[in-house]
């Protein structure tokens, strides 16, 4: 059986991202690595999305492609896009 992410993935900016490795060498558990001098998520399955990678991106070149919203006492039941 094969296990199925329901999460999505850090969107990486290749135009912003300018090679420095700062996530390949933060990330928790090894999703990032570097190919030809740009950061590429290569093993999305390992990816827990815990966003040391689009906090700490000197270029501010990772970020979400959503928008999380939590309210006291509601249960979230749907999302909006990033514009």
Known sequence: MV??????????????????????????????ELVAHKAVIVRPTDCTYCDICETYCPAGAIGRPFIVVFAPDQRLSSGEQQP
């Open 3 to 32: 296990e199925r992410q329901t999460w999505s993935l850090p969107a990486i900016d290749l135009k912003r991202c300018t090679g420095c490795g700062w996530c390949v060498e933060r990330c928790p558990t090894h999703a990032v």
